[in-house]
């Protein structure tokens, strides 16, 4: 099929076939908006897949053994430093992962129709959205955010088909368990201990997203997702084994050089964790939020399944009293979170601008 910008338009916004309906259509050719400028793409020339590295790999079993003090200085240096690390023995079964993983491919393998009614503007609630990256960005994907409010609101909001709404339930109560835990690490590294009147500032706002990037006709044509940080303090992905992720080096040591891009190769069984943009602004620049991407498949329909903690919309945002008494001086003004994710979604995806917003320059 051949499309226009106004029939492609109806096709994949309005009709609710995304990105996935393209393909499913016998799409032959990439179509003109998808086509991202040449220093956008994530191919070789951009340094992308020829980077392989291993990231710090943490079993977080070991938080409640002998090797308690061992663990934790990992989980603290790779905040620091990579800004991503694996866990593993987290308290998710590999049963849920793989029917939380099924849950995403069946959820975006039901007929438009089916999608189309949880449409921003139509959905049933602002909780969930059913989308596509059409319009500010041209990105190869599609989604479907769940916002958490409560047990109830997911019960009577979030879509019953395909078991997403059990089995994402089921995740997030152990992620947000896990996120939690490595909180509180984080935390008492910079001298601040974490209890429940706390969970507003830091993970007061959660939502689990469905992405899938179907296959493209020519995948260096486009790209997933573009170069961004995520906003919020912790996120926590599972991922299938197609890969398609790469990180930006933060710093030259054991993964690269910095400015490299590096592929993360998904393990089996682990979660991918990284530290979000409010977590960096909140401990002054200690922990390190990381510019990422996501590359388009090449054979097969990568699917992933992030869940994001982040403060709460109305929590304001800064570098904590005792961070700023120890380094001398604050590198972020305060604002509030939801100015800030405003700011950031107004921006578009590039790379870690947003946290311009919030920076204090010197004179």
């Known amino acids: 099929m051949d499309f226009d910008t106004i029939n492609l338009f109806d ?15 016998g799409l032959s050719k990439v179509p003109d ?8 793409r994530i191919n070789k020339t951009n340094n992308v897949d020829a980077q392989i590295a ?23 240096k790779a905040a620091e430093t990579v800004g991503f690390f694996h866990v593993v023995n987290h308290g998710l079964t590999v049963h849920v992962i793989e029917e939380l993983k099924d849950a995403a491919r069946q959820f975006f393998n039901q007929p438009p129709e089916k999608k189309l009614v949880y449409q921003k503007g139509v959905s049933p609630s602002p909780l969930v959205t059913y989308g596509t990256s059409f319009g500010h960005s041209f990105e190869w994907r599609d989604y479907l955010s769940m916002i958490y409010n409560s047990d109830d609101d997911a019960y009577k909001y979030w879509p019953d088909q395909c078991n997403c709404r059990e089995v994402v339930l089921k ?3 152990t992620s947000t368990k896990m996120a939690r835990r490595i909180l509180e690490v984080l935390m008492k590294n910079l001298g601040v201990e974490l ?17 899938i990037y179907p296959t493209s006709p020519d995948p260096e044509l486009t790209v997933g997702i573009g170069k961004h940080s995520d906003l919020g303090t912790l996120t926590i992905l599972v991922q299938d084994d197609i890969g398609g992720l790469s990180i930006k080096v933060q710093e030259d040591g054991e ?18 964790i990284n530290i979000g943009d409010a977590l960096q602004v909140i401990s002054n620049g200690k922990y390190q939020s990381v510019e990422h991407q996501v590359r388009t498949p090449n054979t097969q329909s990568r699917v992933s399944v992030p869940c994001f903690f982040n403060p709460g919309l109305m ?3 800064g570098p904590l009293r005792k961070v700023v008494e120890k380094d001398g001086k604050a590198k972020y003004k305060e604002c509030l979170f939801q100015d800030y994710k405003n700011h950031a979604f107004g921006q578009g995806h590039q790379g870690k601008k947003s946290l311009d917003f919030v920076k204090i320059t010197s004179p």
Do not use: C, R
């Not at 096709?11 to 259509?25: A, M, P, R, T, Y």
């Not at 291993?54 to 603290?76: N, R």
């Not at 993964?255 to 991918?272: N, S, T």
């Open 11 to 25: 096709f994949v916004v309005k009709e609710g076939n995304g990105v996935k309906g393209l393909i499913d259509s």
């Open 33 to 40: 908006v998808y086509i991202q400028p040449v220093h956008q």
């Open 54 to 76: 291993p990231l710090p790999l943490i079993d977080f079993s070991g938080l409640d053994g002998p090797e308690h003090d061992q663990v934790e200085k990992t989980l603290v």
């Open 171 to 173: 995740y997030m109560k």
């Open 195 to 211: 209890d429940d009147s706390m969970d507003e500032t830091y993970m007061g706002f959660m939502l689990v997203t469905m992405n």
């Open 255 to 272: 993964f690269g050089k910095k400015g490299e891009w590096i592929e993360v190769p998904p393990i089996p069984g682990a979660l991918l």
């Open 315 to 317: 929590v304001k945002i």
